[in-house]
């Protein structure tokens, strides 16, 4: 376990400052279990309190920092264990449909600051037999990597391939060392460099550029990982994983906004991971970065949408963008009021209109109790002036993605998620020549 008095990085510091009364902070993990016998609960609780001990923020609080000084980690005596997993109760949950609307109501449920940030829903059973957990972890304690890290500690039955250490190859960063704080002229001019392509180009006013209450409406789809992947393989510049995703989130978009979209011109903002393969799994907070990519949505061909966004994405990634972002957000931060300025900057709706995350997860599947994975989905919540929020995550062989509104303010959530499954299926017949 960690020092008693452990404060949180000046990341996770921000993240949980960022809470409201229509920001819960948490970001969630559903995964659908296979048809089988109900989940015992109490084995289940018995399992996680065994294995919490590789996962010390699991079984730590966060409580005020004296004046002046940032929040801390405290250690929590004897956890609830019954308080954080427990089966939903109270709702009657049998279809698809009634799953997406119990997480969308978690989702829009704060977690209890006394205890540890987490809980763990079991939901159903459907009427098929199926089963979910919903795994709700506050951002300040995790990012999508360190989220993925603490499921497969706590909950995840072992198995032999862990879950993958980064996103892509600009992404892991292993050697990088820490921001000097002084920084010479060369630093500062691949600064200005890599800020001159990611910041400073404002886009159309989006339309999620809004005002959020605190309710929250969820829906999902999947694509099947080898098809993304042979997609982009069949271009004449190879397009990544990611890449395919991009494009048929935009393509989605395109239908979805229907006249709306005329003119538009729209940025995503891809968080990109900076953990290292060697820090500490079990106190990993959040080590992130970010890229912002024009969604190219008035291009007509769903092709020559997945080459302008790869060609774009393919720059940034060979000049190192995310890791000179991370090094100067990180250098700023010693000065609070530009560390401030410089985030408002780059959060603001006309940098990006919406953020869309892809978080991978085991290469092989996976079991709860017992029970096989057969969905793993993410959900991450929409904030002020992005009132859309898109997480993606892989397992095994497949790509699970969440869709999250603020249904008062952006409806119709379900209609986007069909949208862009069916953009997706339009690459894949423009790519491949197959018809689904």
Same mark, same amino acid.
């Given at each position: 376990m960690t020092d008693d008095g452990d404060f949180l990085s000046a990341d996770d510091a921000?993240?949980?400052?960022?809470?409201? #009364?229509?920001?819960?902070?948490?970001?969630?993990?559903?995964?659908?279990?296979?048809?089988?016998?109900?989940?015992?609960?109490?084995?289940?609780?018995? #399992?996680? &309190?065994?294995?919490?001990?590789d996962a010390p923020r699991g079984l730590e609080r966060v409580v005020a920092g004296a004046a002046g000084e940032r929040p801390r980690w405290e250690a929590v005596d004897g956890v609830d264990v019954a308080a954080h997993?427990?089966?939903?109760?109270?709702?009657?949950c049998t279809?698809?449909?009634?799953?997406?609307?119990?997480?969308?109501e978690l989702m829009s449920e704060h977690l209890d600051r006394s205890r540890p940030l987490w809980t763990l829903d079991v939901i159903g059973?459907?009427?098929?037999?199926?089963?979910?957990?919903?795994?709700?972890?506050?951002?300040?304690?995790?990012?999508?990597i360190a989220g993925m890290r603490f499921l497969e500690a706590i909950l995840l039955d072992p198995h032999d391939t862990p879950a993958r250490a980064g996103i892509s190859r600009s992404v892991a960063s292993d050697s990088r060392p820490a921001p000097s704080p002084t920084l010479?002229?060369?630093?500062?001019?691949?600064?200005?460099?890599?800020?001159?392509?990611?910041?400073?180009?404002?886009? #159309?006013?989006s339309p999620f550029d809004r005002p959020v209450t605190g309710a929250r409406e969820l829906a999902f789809a999947t694509m099947p990982l080898d098809a993304l992947r042979a997609i982009g393989a069949s271009r004449p510049e190879h397009a990544t994983v990611n890449d395919v995703l991009l494009a048929a989130v935009a393509g989605g978009l395109r239908t979805w906004l229907g006249d709306g979209a005329s003119g538009l011109d729209l940025h995503a903002q891809v968080p990109v991971s900076m953990h290292r393969r060697d820090e500490d799994p079990g106190t990993a907070g959040n080590r992130d970065s970010f890229l912002n990519v024009d969604l190219q949505i008035g291009a007509h061909d769903p092709l020559q949408r997945l080459d302008l966004i790869s060609a774009r994405t393919r720059v940034e990634k060979q000049a190192d963008d995310a890791a000179l972002l991370y090094d100067l957000f990180h250098a700023l931060g010693?000065?609070?009021?530009?560390?401030?300025?410089?985030?408002?900057?780059?959060?603001?709706s006309r940098e990006f209109s919406v953020a869309i995350s892809n978080v991978p997860g085991s290469r092989v599947p996976v079991a709860v109790s017992g029970r096989r994975v057969e969905g793993l989905f993410s959900s991450s919540e929409p904030a002020p002036h992005h009132a859309l929020r898109i997480?993606?995550?892989?397992?095994?062989? &497949?790509?699970?993605?969440?869709?999250?509104?603020?249904?008062?303010?952006?409806?119709?959530?379900?209609?986007?998620?069909?949208?862009?499954?069916?953009?997706?299926r339009e690459l894949q017949r423009a790519a491949l020549g197959e018809v689904l």
């Amino acid at each position: 376990m960690t020092d008693d008095g452990d404060f949180l990085s000046a990341d996770d510091a921000r993240i949980l400052a960022l809470e409201s #009364s229509v920001l819960t902070g948490h970001t969630l993990k559903l995964m659908v279990l296979s048809p089988g016998t109900p989940i015992d609960l109490e084995a289940l609780r018995a #399992s996680v &309190q065994a294995r919490l001990v590789d996962a010390p923020r699991g079984l730590e609080r966060v409580v005020a920092g004296a004046a002046g000084e940032r929040p801390r980690w405290e250690a929590v005596d004897g956890v609830d264990v019954a308080a954080h997993v427990r089966r939903r109760a109270g709702t009657e949950c049998t279809t698809s449909e009634d799953l997406c609307r119990v997480v969308s109501e978690l989702m829009s449920e704060h977690l209890d600051r006394s205890r540890p940030l987490w809980t763990l829903d079991v939901i159903g059973p459907l009427a098929d037999g199926r089963e979910a957990i919903a795994a709700r972890m506050h951002h300040a304690m995790v990012d999508g990597i360190a989220g993925m890290r603490f499921l497969e500690a706590i909950l995840l039955d072992p198995h032999d391939t862990p879950a993958r250490a980064g996103i892509s190859r600009s992404v892991a960063s292993d050697s990088r060392p820490a921001p000097s704080p002084t920084l010479g002229a060369g630093d500062w001019a691949r600064f200005a460099a890599a800020i001159a392509r990611e910041l400073g180009h404002p886009g #159309s006013r989006s339309p999620f550029d809004r005002p959020v209450t605190g309710a929250r409406e969820l829906a999902f789809a999947t694509m099947p990982l080898d098809a993304l992947r042979a997609i982009g393989a069949s271009r004449p510049e190879h397009a990544t994983v990611n890449d395919v995703l991009l494009a048929a989130v935009a393509g989605g978009l395109r239908t979805w906004l229907g006249d709306g979209a005329s003119g538009l011109d729209l940025h995503a903002q891809v968080p990109v991971s900076m953990h290292r393969r060697d820090e500490d799994p079990g106190t990993a907070g959040n080590r992130d970065s970010f890229l912002n990519v024009d969604l190219q949505i008035g291009a007509h061909d769903p092709l020559q949408r997945l080459d302008l966004i790869s060609a774009r994405t393919r720059v940034e990634k060979q000049a190192d963008d995310a890791a000179l972002l991370y090094d100067l957000f990180h250098a700023l931060g010693a000065v609070p009021l530009v560390d401030a300025v410089a985030h408002r900057i780059a959060d603001t709706s006309r940098e990006f209109s919406v953020a869309i995350s892809n978080v991978p997860g085991s290469r092989v599947p996976v079991a709860v109790s017992g029970r096989r994975v057969e969905g793993l989905f993410s959900s991450s919540e929409p904030a002020p002036h992005h009132a859309l929020r898109i997480a993606a995550i892989s397992h095994s062989d &497949q790509m699970g993605i969440g869709f999250c509104t603020d249904p008062t303010v952006t409806p119709g959530v379900r209609e986007l998620a069909e949208a862009v499954a069916e953009a997706y299926r339009e690459l894949q017949r423009a790519a491949l020549g197959e018809v689904l």
